[in-house]
């Protein structure tokens, strides 16, 4: 069961509903921004695969680490893996703002 009342759960859509907005907008602007008009089709097609892959195989992933897990065990599997997403997003930020820090 979920903890939190209405509020936390309102908060919940609002946060996925806007990260589902901005990763639609960026996930079609960002690469042509930095790589350009040629060869646009085939990065993207590139860039699409393991999300394609990951798609896929979540739900035999999510049953197995159900079956070993449990709920409970499975919840702390996809935390971890939310932090692990928000570091590497960090990362890739600081990374971008040293690459540019030169170009000033």
Known sequence: MLSGGPAVIAAGILLY???SGVRAI???TVPLAL???HGYAALMGK???P???AQAASPAIGAVLMRQLGAFGTMGVLCAA???N???SFVLVFAAR???SGRR
């Open 26 to 28: 960026a996930r079609g």
């Open 35 to 37: 790589f350009g008009q």
């Open 47 to 49: 860039l699409a695969l």
């Open 17 to 19: 509903g806007a990260g």
């Open 86 to 88: 928000i570091g590497l």
């Open 82 to 84: 939310a932090a692990a």
């Open 51 to 53: 999300v394609l892959v």
């Open 98 to 100: 040293a690459g540019n």
